[in-house]
């Protein structure tokens, strides 16, 4: 048996310790934000923050549930015993974390099954964190999900409603480094954009579904993310009523995510298909 509610509090647990970590190092440190390498492209950056907080992150998980896995976005996957791994973005978002934009998060979540494949792994629970707001999401599978609001206000239940019509939704989207990718996802963003009320690019996947959940946007659809990107936050939006998807059938994953409330999802899934865009430029 799964105790999905412990699971859930040391997700958070572990999340806000990365984001103690991160407000910490600000205010200790004018250089850390800086640049320490770099991955798939120049622009594709990693600063010594997400190393730390990912090293942070290892060590706790590790201490308390040393029979499970771990993938994590800069130091790789170690596979556990117990069927559970720990999916772990230290900081989604590094991009407007390097420039001090405030709209970066901590996502930390536990799946069943091999968080390496598409398709092969489901959320059990797991705590998206925003450092510098506050922002807390969380959720556990057949718990719930939930807002605490980093301004001091009431925590809330989140469930989503009926979603409005395609024309009427605000979409978020997020866009690949390599060069090549983003020529497509702008020929994609052309043929999105006159059917939707308007697009929005924040700069974080778990923070785009974590908005649909909360009901800030209404729909989000991104290609190339990973499932340290989504997982968190694909158990928050599930459990408040939403639905993720990938194209024609597919999981959702590096393909495509499409993430919303049915029927919407589906409609805009419709879309994405007839723009393939879960395929690059050849």
């Known amino acids: 048996m799964i105790d999905v509610a412990a699971l859930r509090e040391l997700a958070e647990a572990a999340a806000r310790a990365g984001g103690e970590l991160i407000r910490a190092g600000l205010a200790e440190d004018p250089d850390a934000r800086a640049v320490e390498s770099t ?29 499970d896995g771990l993938l994590g976005e800069e130091a790789g996957f170690t596979p556990g015993r117990s069927g559970l791994s720990w999916v772990l973005d230290p900081i989604d978002g590094t991009v407007n974390y390097r420039y001090g934009i405030d709209a970066y998060a901590v996502s930390v979540a536990v799946v069943e099954g ?13 705590c998206v964190h925003n450092p510098a707001t506050g922002d807390t999401w969380t959720a556990g599978r057949g718990l719930g999900a939930r807002l605490e609001p ?14 409005p019509e395609l024309d009427q939704a605000l979409v978020a989207t997020g866009f690949g480094y ?17 059917r939707v009320r308007d697009i929005r690019r924040i700069g974080s996947a778990s923070l785009d579904l974590c908005a649909v959940a909360t009901g800030t946007v209404d729909a989000y659809y ?29 999981p959702a994953g590096g393909a495509m995510v499409v993430g919303a409330a049915s029927p919407l999802v589906e ?15 050849s």
């Open 39 to 67: 991955k798939s492209t120049p622009t594709d950056i990693v600063t010594a923050m997400d190393e730390a907080v990912e090293k942070l992150l290892r060590e706790r998980l590790s201490a308390a549930r040393p029979e």
């Open 114 to 126: 091999d968080p390496t494949v598409d398709g092969a792994w489901t959320p059990v629970a797991g």
């Open 150 to 163: 980093g301004d001091g206000s009431s925590t809330r239940d989140l469930k989503l409603g009926p979603p």
């Open 178 to 194: 390599a060069a090549n990718r983003r020529a497509g996802q702008a020929r994609v963003l052309t043929g999105v954009l006159p």
């Open 222 to 250: 991104e290609r190339g993310v990973n499932a340290w990107d989504i997982a968190a936050a694909t158990v928050v939006l599930s459990e408040a009523g939403g639905a993720i998807r990938g194209l024609r059938g597919a």
């Open 267 to 281: 409609r805009l899934c419709d879309i994405l298909g007839q723009l393939d865009a879960d395929s690059d430029p």
